[in-house]
């Protein structure tokens, strides 16, 4: 069976933090622990922090002498850092996603050691 997933405005919703319906549970744990999930993690934050960006380049640009070169610079400045300090707390912030949609803590952590875990590499493994 394939895993169902969001349509666009459930997705934003979720991006923004907001609780996907039951279900697209295995879509959220897919999600948060697919060989891609720091990209689709980078994605959702450069989607949540987009609007502050443009809200941030028009207010700089009507209401200061800045020239606008600096204040794409300043603006992109402001996003590699809240990359950085988002993307350093990724394990945790995925985690509390998963709880919100009823998994229990750890979830993520243990789903992606096991996915994408080198064969070989096992106690057990002969």
């Known amino acids: 069976m394939a895993i169902q ?5 459930q997705w934003l919703r979720y991006t923004f933090g ?19 999930w720091l990209w689709r993690f980078v994605l959702r934050i450069v989607v949540e922090a987009s609007p502050w960006l443009v809200v941030g380049f028009v207010v700089l640009t009507l209401f200061t002498p800045l020239p606008v070169g600096l204040v794409i610079a300043a603006l992109g400045l402001a996003l590699v850092l809240s990359l950085y300090f ?3 707390s990724a394990d945790e912030l995925t985690e509390a996603r998963l ?8 979830t ?3 789903t992606r050691k096991a996915r994408h875990r080198p064969p070989g590499s096992g106690v057990f493994d002969t």
């Open 5 to 9: 997933r969001p349509n666009p405005f």
């Open 18 to 36: 907001g609780r996907l319906p039951d279900r697209y549970r295995d879509w959220v744990l897919h999600d948060v622990t697919s060989r891609n």
């Open 86 to 88: 988002t993307v350093t």
């Open 99 to 106: 709880v919100k949609h009823g998994f229990e803590a750890g």
């Open 108 to 110: 993520g952590k243990a």
